[in-house]
Structure formats: structure tokens, C-alpha cells
């Protein structure tokens, strides 16, 4: 008996760590997007000096095409971009979810923070 329980939860044990983990794996694709949208912003205002009028225009045209999701569509229209040109941050949040990039002269961006 005692053999039959110590394998029960050798079992549990094994499942637990198999299965929790890729829940966490799958990344979300609200996260994924405002992540995206977050490097464009960087990049096309600090790599390529353009104006944010001209990133967001451009954003915009590439986005009416490829967003077939309208969860992502809702988020697109919902998100706030925040621009700090002294420390080189952009900072992309859409309800509770935030993602900031930050510029790195040398590296170009990355992203710093996700929550």
C-alpha cells in the first residue's frame, strides 16, 4: 500500500511540473502585440528619427491590414503610447497591461518591462 501512494504522488508530482509550466509558456497575444507595437515606436522614433505623427501613420496602415483578431483590434484602438525623449522610453499600456522599450544607442531597443 505504502508503494501504491509513494507512486501516486511521484505521479502527481511529475504531472504538476510537466503541466504547470507550459501554461505559463504560452505567451498572450495582447502582451505579444503591445510589445510590438512598443519596439515599432522605439525604433521609428529614436533609431530612424522620424516624427511619432509619421510612426503612428505608418502603424496604422500596416495594422487596418493584418489584424484579423478583433480582441487585438479592440486593444489597438484602446492602447495608450507614452514617448519620454530625455530617457529614451516608450512606454505602450492597454488596460492593465504595460510594456516599455527602452533606447540603447549602440543595441538599438529592447524591451524593458512587461507587465
Known amino acids: ?3 501504491l501512494k509513494k507512486t501516486q ?3 502527481f508530482l511529475l504531472i504538476s511540473i510537466l503541466i504547470f509550466p507550459i501554461n505559463n509558456v504560452f505567451s ?5 502585440f503591445i510589445g510590438a507595437i512598443s519596439k515599432h515606436y522605439c525604433t521609428c522614433i529614436f533609431v530612424s528619427k522620424l516624427n511619432p505623427d509619421h510612426c503612428s ?3 496604422n ?3 487596418e491590414t493584418v489584424l484579423e483578431d ?3 483590434a479592440n486593444a489597438a484602438n484602446a492602447m495608450k503610447v507614452d514617448i519620454d525623449a530625455e530617457t529614451l522610453l516608450v512606454s505602450v499600456s492597454v488596460g492593465e497591461r504595460a510594456v516599455k522599450s527602452i533606447f540603447n544607442g549602440k543595441k538599438g531597443c529592447y524591451l524593458d ?3
Do not use: V
Open 61 to 63: 496602415n500596416f495594422m
Open 113 to 115: 518591462k512587461i507587465n
Open 28 to 32: 498572450d497575444e495582447t502582451g505579444i
Open 9 to 11: 504522488y511521484i505521479l
Open 70 to 72: 478583433p480582441n487585438l
Open 1 to 3: 500500500m505504502k508503494f
Open 57 to 59: 501613420n505608418s502603424l
